[in-house]
């Protein structure tokens, strides 16, 4: 199986923030289900199109006739890891489908070689993107009520909401410090593009705080 890595800025490239993560789960899966693994791996490029060197390498590599292919599939610690575009995942659906290899996801426990996990991850996919739009739209329909009313919704929106949701959810259970070493390790970077620091964590959680007291004000 070609176990493939992703991450999406240059920091993380050059200090491994998120890859190792990745090796690690991939690695210990693939242990659990008698694999071996060929590594693929682009650092620091993003997951809005699948116009990645590794990543178009790799399914070169899938693309070969099945009596003469090497590889049974792909494996990812992560969906999101190899694309965040439903249409782009489809169109990988339809190589894998033509050319009869499978495509693991193991944050989803989803092997496309099995009709019901490839309607998982397509369900899956498709629920993400479309609650994306909409937090998109209502967050955005919040800050222009607040502007009209005259009030500073600050950089809240600088941070992408699956950064900010999961930042949240971290906080619920954890300290500052494992929320920042759980988002780095997960891919996420702050707003700018850094790794988390718990300071950073700490002025995050206050603005999405205060963001969403304002928007709960707004929604009354």
Not at 1 to 6: A, E, H, S, V
Not at 82 to 100: K, P, Q
Not at 126 to 152: D, F, L, P, Y
């Amino acid at each position: 199986m070609i176990g493939y890595l992703r991450v999406s800025t240059e920091e993380q490239a050059t200090s491994g923030l998120g890859l190792e993560a990745q090796r690690d789960t991939i690695q210990r899966y693939a242990e659990a289900h008698g694999w071996d693994l060929l590594w693929y791996e682009d650092a620091g490029l993003s997951a809005k199109s699948l116009n990645r060197p590794q990543l178009q390498a790799a399914l070169d590599r899938l693309g070969a006739a099945p009596k003469r292919r090497d590889v049974d599939g792909i494996v990812v610690a992560k969906l999101d890891r190899l694309s965040r575009s439903v249409a782009d995942f489809a169109s990988v659906l339809e190589l894998a489908r033509a050319r009869r290899w499978a495509l693991v996801a193991i944050d989803l426990g989803v092997d496309t070689s099995t009709p019901t996990g490839e309607l998982v991850a397509n369900v899956m996919m498709s629920v993400a993107q479309w609650e994306r739009r909409v937090i998109g739209e209502r967050t955005s329909a919040a800050m222009q009520a607040a502007k009209r009313a005259g009030k500073h919704m600050g950089r809240v929106s600088a941070l992408p909401q699956a950064a900010a949701d999961r930042l949240l959810a971290l906080r619920t259970t954890c300290t500052l410090r494992a929320t920042a070493d759980a988002l780095n390790a997960e891919g996420f970077t702050t707003a700018t593009g850094a790794a988390w620091t718990t300071n950073a964590v700490a002025k995050a959680q206050q603005r999405l705080s205060a963001h969403q007291r304002t928007e709960a004000a707004l929604a009354a």
